[in-house]
């Protein structure tokens, strides 16, 4: 008998979007939707009748729970996630636990804000919506703040549970691009400012860096290693720290851009030019990236892919195709701008 996966392959597109034809729903091309039901017609397809009953009682609402929206990544994911829902036929319920402000950092202590998740997810599920999309403040294991039965896709975190779905970015290979990309321009003596140590952003960056500096037989120093906290702060006075060593480094790679426009401040008072004497990588593409002076070379994360990737993967799951993919990881890019240069000669 053939399925829904066989008729997706011999009409060369997803399952999601045979799904979407049968189902009359989605930005369909009249060629694509014409293709599918042809395929549909010549093998007698017939939907599994269990499954089509099930569809009579979902809502096409999808609940999105965010752990603080004032966090910058928040609001771009949102816009991938509510794009993607107009342009499917689907509603969005939007809610803002404000986690960030009310505990800081401290998602360790999972006692302080349990319960907030849990009134949250109730909520929704009284709304009768069709699953949920969790989106973290920050990258990181939240298995067990959410249990139900209705499927789940977590975003900018994710759970270890063998069931679960997430959808995030590449912490290390983004790292190990942008070291590579100083290296290709001459840099030998290479800093790192970190974010705070516990954070698995940092683990994967770090990783990326130091994959690149031994790749390129190039000497590890860990007096060029500097831990920060994710502020502008910490970015400013490890700089200072880093540009007084015997030897300072050429380049710096700072782990977010409000280490990167401290690091940038900090050179200027002490008189070094950059690019010119150092150059200086910040990651994540905030707005004022774009805006500083000089303006911030940084790795951009893709935000709002990850918001469609998510509610895409969600709406293939509702429709009884969960994606072979249940954990991917998408590829962040260079933006240059104004803050690298070649190394000087004397290296």
Not at 33 to 53: D, F, G, M, Q, T
Request: hydrophobic letters at 40%; a negative charge; aromatic letters at 8%.
């Amino acid at each position: 008998m053939i399925t829904l996966k066989d008729i997706a392959k011999l009409a060369n597109v997803s399952t999601a979007t045979v799904s979407y034809v049968l189902n009359g729903r989605g930005n369909i091309s009249d060629k694509t939707r014409a293709k599918v039901l042809e395929i549909v017609e010549a093998h007698n397809y017939k939907p599994n009748n269990i499954a089509k009953s099930l569809k009579l009682n979902k809502t096409s609402t999808i609940g999105v729970i965010v752990e603080d929206i004032t966090v910058f990544s928040a609001p771009e994911i949102i816009n991938g996630i509510n794009e993607y829902a107009e342009e499917n036929g689907f509603t969005i319920v939007l809610t803002n636990l404000r986690i960030h402000k009310r505990i800081g950092n401290h998602f360790k202590d999972i006692d302080r804000y349990k319960h907030i998740i849990t009134a949250a997810v109730d909520d929704l599920l009284s709304k009768q919506v069709d699953g949920i999309i969790y989106i973290g403040v920050h990258t990181r294991d939240v298995k067990g703040l959410i249990d139900i039965a209705k499927p789940v896709v977590y975003v900018y975190c994710y759970s270890t549970l063998e069931s679960a779905y997430s959808v995030n970015y590449d912490d290390e290979l983004a790292a190990l691009e942008a070291t590579n990309y100083l290296i290709e321009r001459g840099h030998k003596r290479i800093a790192l400012i970190s974010g705070l140590i516990d954070s698995m952003p940092s683990h994967g960056r770090f990783n990326g860096y130091y994959k690149a500096i031994m790749a390129n037989q190039l000497p590890f120093d860990p007096s060029l290693i500097k831990t920060g906290d994710w502020e502008y702060s910490s970015g400013y006075s490890m700089a200072k720290e880093l540009m007084a060593l015997p030897t300072p480094p050429t380049a710096i790679l700072a782990m977010n851009d409000l280490m990167a426009g401290g690091a940038i401040d900090a050179c200027r008072e002490i008189n070094v030019n950059i690019p010119e004497q150092l150059s200086v990588i910040g990651f994540d593409n905030r707005e004022f990236s774009g805006y500083y002076s000089p303006k911030i070379t940084t790795v951009d994360i893709p935000l709002q892919a990850m918001g469609s990737r998510a509610i895409a993967m969600l709406i293939e799951i509702l429709d009884g195709s969960p994606p072979e993919e249940s954990n991917p990881k998408l590829e962040c890019r260079m933006i240059e701008r104004e803050t690298v240069a070649a190394a000087a000669d004397k290296q």
